[in-house]
């Protein structure tokens, strides 16, 4: 939480090493850490620096205990294809929902900007993907989230993944209105809806 690497790196060692579960330091050490920056950002409490810092932090942990959580056959919560849609290049909003969503343990394949609405289609495909996150910070591009979500229903996919969105312009009528299944209005919401989306607590 406040963002030390080299002391979570220490200590995700020292309990690697004492043969700590993975799974344990992962939901009670990693994941609670960054559940409680999240409840901070969203009560205005700490702002996107401290996120990114303590995001950084928990990565620096989490590659460590990676190896070990595939050993003993722990898997992500759901996997994530995240980007922002075609037209818009800004991505400081969407890599922080990236982050946040690596933090409570979502395996994400984040696609960058400017993403054609086809290969969003064609990721959900070759990922088998659980959910599919778009990003929009402009209102000339937000109409792409609703194309998106047509493709996926001409192609039968709606069904078989959760489509949420996401960005300042964006709002929880417009999501409505384009059919996503969720929306949130800031990163650490972003975390809440997608276990919302796949039913999962920060404890599975
Ligand atoms: Co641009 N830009 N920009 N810009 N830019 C805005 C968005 C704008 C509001 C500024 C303004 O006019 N006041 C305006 C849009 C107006 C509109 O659409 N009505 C605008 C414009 C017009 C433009 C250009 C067209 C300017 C020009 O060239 N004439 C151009 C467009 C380029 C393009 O995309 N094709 C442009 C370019 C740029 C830069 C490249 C210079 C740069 C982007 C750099 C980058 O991203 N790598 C930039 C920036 C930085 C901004 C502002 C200043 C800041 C955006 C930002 O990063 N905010 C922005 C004005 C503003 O918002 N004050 C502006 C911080 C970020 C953490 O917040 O992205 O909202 P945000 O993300 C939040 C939430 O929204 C949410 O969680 C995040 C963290 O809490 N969230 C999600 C985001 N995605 C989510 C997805 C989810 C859930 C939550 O689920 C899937």
Redesign the pocket.
Known sequence: MAGDILKVKELVEGYLGRGNDPKDILDNGLIAGMDIIGGR?KRNEVF?PEVMIAAKAMHSGLDLVKPHLAESGVKPFGKIV?GTVK????????N??SMMFRGAGFDVVDCGI?VPSGKFIDLVKQENADIL???S?????MPFMGEVINLLTKENLIDSVRV??????VTKEFAQNIGAHGY???????VDRARELLRISAKR
Do not use: N, R
Request: hydrophobic share 50%; net charge negative.
């Open positions: 950002f996107i995240v037209g818009d290049l800004h991505d400081i909003g969407k922080i929902v400017d996150a778009m990003s910070l402009l209102t000339t591009s949420m969105v996401g960005g300042a312009p949130a209005e800031d990163a650490s919401s972003a």
